[in-house]
């Protein structure tokens, strides 16, 4: 299943890191981050919860890069 | 400017402002790194703040880090005004990036601006209430005054008026609509008031389609930003463990040599200046911007391109199939004769055009357009449509087959050849031989010139693939200089012959279509592309690259923004790359200092944000 959510990040290395920090979650199978769009695209597993999936997304964005934040 | 930046800008003027003042202050020891930590920490508390959080949480690549490294190793060695210099052009740096593409996402943004806020409705006494389109049915009527965005797509039932349809072809005269024309959600209402009847609710218009095609672009990423994600990811590590191995290695081995005792202070600098330049800004920031700025500019000129990688395919396309009808003809056929009937002609037309009133091909509407009255479609009964052959159908109680000469063997009836060309609609009424109508296409003034500037483009072979009978293909493609053609092909022939050339060429083939019977074609080719799909969904959902409006010379248009892009994405990849390299030789030498690795690293960012937004200007390709 996949969902498309909005973002906010202030550079695009920032960006890769968030890419990188999502694709890493339990429960992601992958992940994308279009800066240029402020948006992610998320691949979940199957059976995922992804609000319980995208709440551990935004801890682990959070953690590569203080300033950014996932809408939800 | 957002606070941000402009609580940014502020800390910049602030400290820029304090080391101009200390330079010519005669400061010595203690005091003046005192004096110098002030307009350093102003600039650069936060990164020096996320540099400590970074190395808790296990980033030691983070930038911040080596930008907090590099500057507080600067101080450390005596280089105060090197130290905080570095640390604010850093952050002029970073600044423009993000003004730069705030203002690049503006700009983009408000080309698309199509979004209508409201819809008209006409109350009790003709007095007008503003509604959001979201809320309309289906079958409403609707008022639009001039000025205004149409809301949703319909059909106009009254009043006449021209259209600005700017912002969704790039078409810049206007259209003039009057009395039953379909207009589409997206245009600018300019002269006249018109009362529309929706067609459609607000989510399937075509205005909220493209908006959330354009905005949810397909996030695969194209091959040079796979390729300079990669870059990045190794760039930072390896550059600093190149900076380290420099501040260790050479003094060592020098003192070795020498006897004299290592000279690690000048190593260290040189090693400092290479996590100045490690910072993989410029290269990650300037591939997708390119991107987003090319996309961006067709979307202006009327070509959708639905992500970077189609973007970029598209600069590499070999083979171009083009379906005929409605890609190179006008798709407006026009009854040109009747043949060996045995009816009056307006009888035969008659059972023809009831037969088809049902269809919405357009062999059914010029057949339409020759009967000419109204159809009473409570005379046809039990129709049925044979895919890629004709239709059959009973009026007024009669039998009627309609459809090309694969019907009539079908239906083993003995058919007479047309000597003119165009297409031939066999018509046989109660399982007799009726004669044929003779309908004839037009080929789009300006498809030849467009097939000839592919070729100008580096496209090196043309195909077009047709239902139609040989004799039209073959004197259409001739007229337009089209290499080879396939013609008498069912809607299933095309994907096969489609999936052959792609076997047969290992170069990129796209596959040219109007949507109407062709999106599995559009789908299947490496790059689909929709021409004139304004109002058709499946054009829309199954093509790569959408054209708004109907006229071959946009494809050449389409490529010409791709590689005008791929150019632009090639410059700053090289740019960018080169001249961090270069800057790593001569800062490894002693040649350059802390100074140019961050005028180069800054500047090499400003350098590629510009460039990648000239992608954006795609008016005279």
């Known amino acids: ?72 | 400017m957002t606070r941000k930046q402009k609580k940014g800008l502020f800390r910049i003027c602030l400290s820029a402002i304090l080391l101009i003042i200390l330079a010519f202050l005669p400061l010595e020891g203690m005091r003046k790194l005192i004096c110098y930590l002030v307009p350093y920490l102003i600039i650069g508390y936060d990164v020096l703040i996320k540099a400590v959080k970074g190395l808790f949480r296990g980033h030691p690549f983070d930038e911040n880090f080596l930008m907090a490294v590099a500057t507080v190793g600067a101080t450390v060695l005596g280089e105060y005004t090197e130290g905080a210099a570095v640390m604010l052009l850093y952050q002029i740096g970073e600044l423009f990036q993000s003004y730069a593409v705030g203002k690049s996402r503006k700009s983009i943004g408000s080309l698309m601006d199509i979004r209508p806020d409201y819809a008209n409705t006409e109350g009790p006494d003709g007095q007008l209430i503003r509604v959001s389109p979201a809320e309309l049915e289906p079958g409403t009527i609707i008022v639009v005054q001039p000025g205004e965005k149409v809301p949703l797509d319909g059909v106009v039932v009254s009043g006449t008026t021209s259209a600005d349809t700017h912002a969704l072809t790039g078409e810049s005269v206007p259209r003039n609509l009057r009395e039953g024309d379909e207009i589409v959600s997206g245009f600018i209402n300019l002269s006249g008031v018109v009362k529309i009847r929706t067609t459609c609710s607000f989510e399937e218009s075509t205005a909220s389609k493209i908006l959330d095609m354009v905005e949810n672009a397909s996030s695969k990423k194209s091959k040079s930003e796979a390729f300079i994600t990669r870059f990045a990811r190794v760039y930072t590590p390896a550059v600093c463990t190149a900076a380290l191995i420099l501040a260790v290695v050479p003094p060592i081995i020098s003192s070795l040599i020498s006897g004299l005792s290592p000279d690690f202070g000048k190593w260290i600098y040189r090693a400092l200046t290479f996590l100045v330049i490690s910072c993989p800004c410029a290269l990650v920031i300037s591939v997708p911007l390119s991107f987003f700025a090319g996309i961006g500019g067709g979307s202006k000129a009327g070509v959708l391109i639905k992500g970077s990688n189609y973007l970029e395919a598209l600069s590499d396309i070999k083979t171009v199939v083009f379906d005929k009808t409605g890609t190179m003809t006008c798709g407006v056929f026009e009854v040109s004769g009747v043949h060996h009937s045995t009816l009056e002609n307006s009888k035969i037309i008659e059972y023809a055009a009831l037969a088809e009133s049902y269809s919405g091909h357009p062999i059914s509407k010029s057949l339409q357009k020759a009967y000419g009255k109204p159809l009473d479609k409570s005379r046809v009964a039990n129709v049925s449509e044979i895919g890629g052959r004709g239709i059959t159908a009973e009026v007024d109680g009669v039998s009627v087959a309609l459809g090309n000469k694969g019907l009539m063997e079908e239906l083993k009836i003995p058919c007479l050849d047309c000597h003119c060309v165009g297409t031939v609609v066999h018509v046989a009424i109660d399982g007799e031989y009726a004669g044929h109508i003779l309908i004839s296409d037009i080929i789009k003034p300006d498809a030849e010139a467009a097939v000839r500037q592919l070729k100008a483009c580096g496209v090196t072979k043309t195909v077009m693939l047709t239902g139609d009978r040989r004799e039209v293909a073959e004197k259409v493609s001739a007229q337009l200089g089209i290499d080879t053609v396939y013609s008498e092909l069912l809607p299933g022939d095309k994907v096969m012959k489609v999936e052959e050339l792609l076997e047969n060429s290992k170069n990129k083939l796209a596959f040219v279509g109007d949507g109407i019977n062709d999106a599995p074609v559009l789908a299947r080719a490496d790059i689909g592309i929709a021409m004139g799909a304004l109002g058709s969904d499946a054009a829309i959902e199954a093509a790569d690259v959408v054209l708004m409006d109907d006229s071959p010379m946009k494809i050449v248009k389409a490529i010409r923004i791709s590689k005008k892009c791929i150019r632009i994405v090639k410059e700053n990849i090289a740019g960018a790359i080169g001249i961090k390299l270069i800057c790593l030789v001569l800062g490894a030498l002693g040649i350059a200092g802390m100074w140019l690795a961050i005028f180069a690293d800054v500047g090499v960012m400003i350098i590629a944000v510009l460039n990648a937004i000239r992608a954006l200007s795609v008016k005279n390709l």
């Open chain 1, 1 to 72: 299943m996949e969902k498309i959510y909005k973002i906010d990040v202030d550079c695009a290395n920032c960006a890769l890191k968030m890419e990188d920090a999502a694709r890493k979650t339990d429960g992601v199978k992958n992940a994308a981050v279009n800066f240029m769009a402020l948006k992610m695209t998320v691949d979940f597993e199957d059976g995922a919860d992804p609000d319980m999936v995208m709440n551990k997304v935004r801890k682990n964005c959070r953690r590569a890069d203080d300033d950014c934040e996932v809408y939800i």
